[in-house]
């Protein structure tokens, strides 16, 4: 089964952002939102069918964290 939804500018554009090569919007939407984890089974479920890393920008995480260590070391 499929539905229409209204998505404005900004929400289709970070779609597009996160969605690889010959992706679906709905796998985008299920890779980025998955079902809620309520229990351990679930999570352990999500975390077996985990695809790639956690963050979409590893790169950022890692400026960011020399960037709060400099400010650490400065004092």
Same mark, same amino acid.
Do not use: C, Y
């Given at each position: &089964?499929?539905? =229409?939804? =209204?998505? /404005? ?5 970070? $779609?597009?952002?996160? #969605? ?6 709905? #796998? @985008? @939407? *299920? #890779?980025?939102? +998955? +079902? +809620?984890? *309520?229990?351990? !089974?679930?999570?352990?479920?999500? $975390? /077996?069918?985990?695809? !790639? +890393? $956690?963050?979409?920008?590893?790169? &950022? $995480? *890692? ?8 400010? *650490? =070391?400065?004092?």
């Amino acid at each position: &089964m499929s539905r =229409n939804v =209204n998505l /404005d500018d900004e929400a289709i554009a970070a $779609l597009e952002a996160h #969605r690889r090569a010959g992706e679906s919007f709905s #796998r @985008v @939407v *299920k #890779r980025l939102a +998955p +079902p +809620p984890i *309520k229990t351990f !089974g679930d999570l352990e479920k999500f $975390l /077996d069918q985990l695809d !790639g +890393p $956690l963050f979409s920008d590893l790169e &950022m $995480l *890692k400026r960011a964290r020399e960037r709060r260590a400099e400010r *650490k =070391n400065a004092h």
